[in-house]
T-cell receptor, first 113, second 116 residues
Framework: KNQVEQSPQSLIILEGKNCTLQ??????????LRWYKQDTGRGPVSLTI?????NTKSNGRYTATLDADTKQSSLHITASQLSDSASYIC????????????FGRGTSLIVHP | NAGVTQTPKFQVLKTGQSMTLQCAQD?????MSWYRQDPGMGLRLIHY???????DQGEVPNGYNVSRSTTEDFPLRLLSAAPSQTSVYFC???????????????FGDGTRLSIL
């Protein structure tokens, strides 16, 4: 069964600090991995999309990495801001046939001033 | 350009009632999808559409019906609501890639549905 596990479940950091969120998956055969940011009470917003051949993708202060061999991804947030407080969701999709993506449960990030 | 608009934002139903959750997008996207988000779980795909007149089942389709008569609209119908359908429902669209494809999905802000 396809699974996406995210860690930590929650994280509290001080404004200006960096942090890294983890995503491990067992989806096969791998097609792509996406990171979304979901603010409280809002829908998810796409941050990055990576395919098998990409191992790094940046979007401003957000940098995602992918190791397809170990089936791990990370999302690094640099110089955190209060507006980074949100849930970060990892989504992995398989190649061929099924169009059903597998969503992780998310990491809840709180940035304190 | 409003993106993906969902109505209503909140709804309380009694068991056995029916209702339709509305979703509209103004980006001329081919693909539209419905998800549910439950506490402690990842989003799960209910139904999706690859264009007007074409729909298919996702991971958790039971208890829900969809239709796609226009490119813009993709309503989700609960025929006989059950407490297990209490959830937050999100509609999403993407230009020309399915839910698991290589293009980002644009999500609405959700409908919070409680069934008593």
């Amino acid at each position: 069964k396809n699974q996406v596990e995210q860690s930590p479940q929650s994280l509290i950091i001080l404004e200006g600090k960096n942090c890294t969120l983890q995503c491990n998956y067992t989806v096969s055969p791998f097609s792509n991995l996406r990171w979304y940011k979901q603010d409280t009470g809002r829908g998810p917003v796409s941050l990055t999309i990576m395919t098998f051949s990409e191992n790094t993708k940046s979007n401003g202060r957000y940098t995602a990495t992918l190791d397809a061999d170990t089936k791990q991804s990370s999302l690094h947030i640099t110089a955190s801001q209060l507006s980074d407080s949100a849930s970060y969701i990892c989504v992995v999709s398989a190649r061929g046939g099924s169009y059903i993506p597998t969503f992780g449960r998310g990491t809840s990030l709180i940035v304190h001033p | 350009n409003a993106g993906v608009t969902q109505t209503p934002k909140f709804q309380v139903l009694k068991t056995g009632q029916s209702m339709t959750l509305q979703c509209a997008q103004d980006m001329n996207h081919e693909y539209m999808s419905w998800y549910r988000q439950d506490p402690g779980m990842g989003l799960r795909l209910i139904h999706y559409s690859v264009g007007a007149g074409i729909t298919d089942q996702g991971e958790v389709p039971n208890g829900y019906n969809v239709s796609r008569s226009t490119t813009e609209d993709f309503p989700l119908r609960l025929l006989s609501a059950a407490p297990s359908q209490t959830s937050v429902y999100f509609c999403a669209s993407s230009r020309n890639a399915p839910p698991g494809g290589l293009q980002p999905q644009h999500f609405g802000d959700g409908t919070r549905l409680s069934i008593l």
